[in-house]
């Protein structure tokens, strides 16, 4: 079974930049998870799709991320413009159905992104 | 709001010995509990999971203990192999939340 899919694994840019990272999910997966990861820390979840839904988006800075899941398949995350604090690792995770008892996420290598 | 943290930032073994990784949790609400692996460049992985229903639950080589009097959760691994060197992360999860992750222990192991 294939993983999860990101791509770029990275990406440097410079602030006030635009960036977007790519995300397809293990085939047949509802729920859609992407997560910022910053140096030292745990992963931060920011938004979290059903399908092609939103589940959660409470910590997502809204004035300059966005997603998007249209088809409720693969997903795309959007930093307009970049800002320093943004250097971190962008993970995705799949999961069956995040309404299920032991729902197991699934983690794709991430993309670091450096804005420099 | 509630987080969950860990007591120990690294943890240095020697191969062949027991590691044992500790977090602590706040949110009395949650019932379900992970540990990942996280290799460096890598997503985290799941390692072995808990409910709040029990106390203890073994895989292979590795055992989480769940205390949920003090909100403590462990994760002990047996026979440390180089293999085992990365960060752990403690996640907690309850219904109508999502998963809330640790900071992360770093585990070397030592030759």
């Known amino acids: 079974e294939a993983g999860v899919a990101q791509s770029p694994r990275y990406k440097i840019i410079e602030k006030r930049q635009s960036v977007a990272f790519w995300c397809n999910p293990i085939?047949?997966?509802?729920?859609l998870y992407w997560y910022q990861q910053i140096l030292g820390q745990g992963p931060k979840l920011l938004i979290q799709?059903?399908?092609?839904?939103?589940?959660?988006d409470s910590q997502l800075p809204k004035d300059r991320f966005s997603a998007e899941r249209l088809k409720g398949v693969d997903s795309t995350l959007k930093i307009q413009p970049a800002k320093l604090e943004d250097s971190a690792v962008y993970l995705c995770?799949?999961?069956?159905?995040?309404?299920?008892?032991?729902?197991?996420?699934?983690f794709g290598p991430g993309t670091r992104l450096t804005v420099l | 709001g509630e987080s969950v943290g860990l007591h120990l930032p690294t943890l240095s073994v020697q191969e062949g010995d027991n590691s044992i990784i500790n977090c602590a949790y706040s949110?009395?609400?949650?019932?379900?509990f992970i540990w990942y692996k996280q290799e460096s460049g890598k997503g985290p992985q799941f390692i072995i999971d808990?409910?709040?229903?029990?106390d203890k639950r073994q895989g292979q080589r590795v055992t989480v203990l769940l205390n949920k009097t003090v909100k403590h959760l462990s994760l002990q691994i047996a026979a440390t192999q180089p293999g085992d060197s990365a960060v752990y992360f403690c996640?907690?999860?309850?219904?109508?939340?999502?998963?809330?992750f640790g900071p992360g222990t770093r585990l070397s192991v030592l030759p």
């Open positions: 995770a799949s999961s069956s159905n995040f309404r299920d008892k032991n729902n197991e996420q699934f």
């Open positions: 949110n009395s609400a949650s019932d379900y």
């Open positions: 808990i409910r709040s229903n029990m």
């Open positions: 799709f059903q399908n092609n839904g939103v589940v959660d």
């Open positions: 996640a907690e999860n309850g219904y109508g939340q999502n998963f809330v």
């Open positions: 085939s047949g997966h509802a729920t």
